[in-house]
């Protein structure tokens, strides 16, 4: 009889829990009806800072939910006569969904078939230092830096990674690896990145430290100092700073694309990162790739990938290798279809004219500015037009980020990049419909 009451147990658990799941997923697919924010809270692990799950003071409002959940189907409404439907906008994260109408507009050229018996094996290319690396998607990296003229190619290894986050913690590795018994201490001026404090926290690695900004850095002792250049999130082009004998260089070059900043020399540093989620806004592709001058360092970052991950995903780069052939397409190949950079460019530029407007109207905030150079690849003068704005509550407004939250706009606070909460960043990369309601509130706001 034990054994029966037990049987009908495990059954009626199975049942409940079968039910829960069906409950979950109805949840979760069940956008427009769900007043609260249950698709954020799941869109946002990743990047949630611990303030997001911070109440956010709204007016009762019944449409607060529709934010993702209209974003996650694509936006169809003609979006400057839009009313404000007082919904939720998250611009905390720089999810760069502003390139999906160039991607949509390319249509069919950018599909990629892959059939069930094709990518299967581990291994793409066993005589390449890095194993696991797609030739095709090699040749593409390479091709786009001679096309853009952002990054020097020649004599390099290139590493591909789970998105540049991987390559990050490789590159520590690599970095750190052969160090003495110390952890090596990692800096970078403020205000920085705040993933790479948190990447660099989160394993309690004996191998390196997170110290902190590197203006305040004065130790006499190794190092490794990350620059980020165009910087998220000021947006200003950085040098190193520490330059001190011992010092270890990670460029992170998100960025550095014409459509963003103007190229005005390739790069040529040791270890250069770079991201097709920047590039090209893939940033569900999860691919990365460095530039390594140093063989062993090359190697190193391999292993480390090879510990961590067995490679990176191969339907992923020849995904990826279409992509960047694309886009490589658009400039030598023009009348087929549009550049993508200039397209991309000419979209950004009139976010930031927008944006500088709203600011100086309202003058409850500020920007940074941007001295103008020459760009290669456009052949003309302009400013760095950053992926983020990096916005300055002026005034009374101590709390730039409570500010902009009680007229639901969610941003990222100063003090997660090393600064004062009178700073947020704010995602320019977001799509129209979203971007133009920020707009629209931000010229309806008094302090
Ligand atoms: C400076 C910088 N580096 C790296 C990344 C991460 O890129 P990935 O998607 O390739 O991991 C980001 C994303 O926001 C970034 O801003
Ligand atoms: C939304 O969440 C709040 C608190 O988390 C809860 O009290 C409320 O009942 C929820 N509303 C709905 C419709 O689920
Ligand atoms: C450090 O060196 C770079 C060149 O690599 C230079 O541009 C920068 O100004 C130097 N920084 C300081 C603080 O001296």
Same mark, same amino acid.
């Not at 799509?431 to 920020?438: A, G, K, P, T, V």
């Given at each position: 009889?034990?054994?029966?009451?037990?049987?009908?147990? !495990?059954?009626?658990?199975?049942?409940?829990?079968?039910?829960?799941?069906?409950?979950?997923?109805?949840?979760?697919?069940?956008?427009?009806?769900?007043?609260?924010?249950?698709?954020?809270?799941?869109? *946002?692990?990743?990047?949630?800072?611990?303030?997001?799950?911070?109440?956010?003071?709204?007016?009762?409002?019944?449409?607060?939910?529709?934010?993702?959940?209209?974003?996650?189907?694509?936006?169809?409404?003609?979006?400057?006569?839009?009313?404000?439907?007082?919904?939720?906008?998250?611009?905390?994260?720089?999810?760069?969904?502003?390139?999906?109408?160039?991607?949509?507009?390319?249509?069919?050229?950018?599909? !990629?078939?892959?059939?069930?018996?094709?990518?299967?094996?581990?291994?793409?290319?066993?005589?390449?230092?890095?194993?696991?690396?797609?030739?095709?998607?090699?040749?593409?990296?390479?091709?786009?830096? *001679?096309?853009?003229?952002?990054?020097?190619?020649?004599?390099?290894?290139?590493?591909?990674?789970?998105?540049?986050?991987?390559?990050?913690?490789?590159?520590?590795?690599?970095?750190?690896?052969?160090?003495?018994?110390?952890?090596?201490?990692?800096?970078?001026?403020?205000?920085?990145?705040?993933?790479?404090?948190?990447? !660099?926290?989160?394993?309690?690695?004996?191998?390196?430290?997170?110290?902190?900004?590197?203006?305040? #850095?004065?130790?006499?002792?190794?190092?490794?100092?990350?620059?980020?250049?165009?910087?998220?999130?000021?947006?200003?082009?950085?040098?190193?700073?520490?330059?001190?004998?011992?010092?270890?260089?990670?460029?992170?070059?998100?960025?550095?694309?014409?459509?963003?900043?103007?190229?005005?020399?390739?790069?040529?540093?040791?270890?250069?990162?770079?991201?097709?989620?920047?590039?090209?806004?893939?940033?569900?592709?999860?691919?990365?790739?460095?530039?390594?001058?140093?063989?062993?360092?090359?190697?190193?970052?391999?292993?480390?990938?090879?510990?961590?991950?067995?490679?990176?995903?191969?339907?992923?780069?020849?995904?990826?290798?279409?992509?960047?052939?694309?886009?490589?397409?658009?400039?030598?190949?023009?009348?087929?279809?549009?550049?993508?950079?200039?397209?991309?460019?000419?979209?950004?530029?009139?976010?930031?004219?927008?944006?500088?407007?709203?600011?100086?109207?309202?003058?409850?905030?500020?920007?940074?500015?941007?001295?103008?150079?020459?760009?290669?690849?456009?052949?003309?003068?302009?400013?760095?037009?950053?992926?983020?704005?990096?916005?300055?509550?002026?005034?009374?407004?101590?709390?730039?980020?409570?500010?902009?939250?009680?007229?639901?706009?969610?941003?990222?606070?100063?003090?997660? #990049?090393?600064?004062?909460?009178?700073?947020?960043?704010?995602?320019?990369?977001?799509?129209?419909?979203?971007?133009?309601?920020?707009?629209?509130?931000?010229?309806?706001?008094?302090?």
């Amino acid at each position: 009889m034990g054994k029966g009451l037990e049987g009908w147990s !495990v059954r009626h658990l199975l049942i409940v829990s079968v039910a829960l799941n069906v409950w979950l997923v109805l949840k979760v697919s069940n956008y427009d009806k769900d007043t609260n924010f249950t698709t954020e809270k799941i869109f *946002n692990g990743f990047c949630a800072h611990e303030e997001f799950h911070k109440q956010v003071p709204l007016s009762s409002s019944s449409s607060s939910s529709s934010s993702m959940a209209a974003a996650a189907v694509g936006e169809k409404k003609s979006v400057h006569d839009e009313a404000d439907d007082g919904r939720i906008i998250n611009f905390d994260h720089g999810d760069p969904t502003i390139y999906e109408k160039y991607w949509q507009e390319a249509g069919d050229k950018t599909s !990629v078939f892959i059939s069930g018996w094709q990518s299967m094996s581990y291994f793409s290319d066993v005589k390449n230092l890095c194993w696991f690396l797609e030739p095709e998607f090699g040749k593409e990296v390479i091709r786009l830096h *001679n096309i853009v003229g952002n990054a020097a190619t020649d004599d390099r290894h290139i590493v591909v990674g789970t998105g540049s986050t991987q390559l990050f913690q490789a590159a520590l590795y690599a970095l750190s690896a052969t160090g003495g018994t110390e952890p090596i201490s990692v800096v970078s001026s403020t205000p920085y990145y705040s993933f790479y404090r948190q990447v !660099v926290e989160y394993m309690k690695s004996g191998l390196y430290k997170w110290v902190g900004d590197a203006s305040t #850095f004065d130790k006499d002792e190794p190092y490794i100092e990350l620059i980020t250049s165009p910087n998220n999130p000021d947006g200003l082009m950085r040098q190193p700073v520490v330059n001190r004998s011992g010092g270890m260089l990670i460029h992170d070059f998100a960025y550095y694309w014409p459509q963003y900043t103007p190229i005005t020399s390739a790069a040529d540093h040791d270890i250069m990162l770079f991201t097709v989620s920047k590039t090209t806004g893939h940033a569900g592709m999860r691919i990365g790739w460095a530039l390594v001058k140093d063989e062993a360092v090359a190697k190193r970052m391999t292993k480390f990938i090879e510990l961590n991950s067995i490679g990176v995903s191969k339907d992923s780069q020849i995904r990826a290798a279409k992509i960047l052939q694309t886009v490589s397409d658009s400039r030598e190949h023009a009348g087929d279809s549009k550049d993508f950079f200039e397209t991309s460019y000419h979209h950004i530029e009139r976010r930031w004219k927008q944006l500088r407007e709203v600011v100086g109207k309202t003058g409850i905030f500020s920007t940074p500015e941007f001295p103008p150079a020459f760009c290669n690849y456009m052949s003309r003068l302009f400013s760095t037009q950053p992926a983020f704005a990096w916005l300055k509550c002026e005034g009374e407004i101590e709390n730039c980020e409570d500010f902009l939250r009680s007229h639901k706009i969610l941003t990222r606070s100063g003090k997660h #990049f090393g600064m004062s909460p009178k700073y947020v960043r704010i995602s320019m990369l977001d799509r129209d419909s979203n971007y133009d309601l920020f707009i629209k509130r931000l010229s309806e706001m008094r302090t």
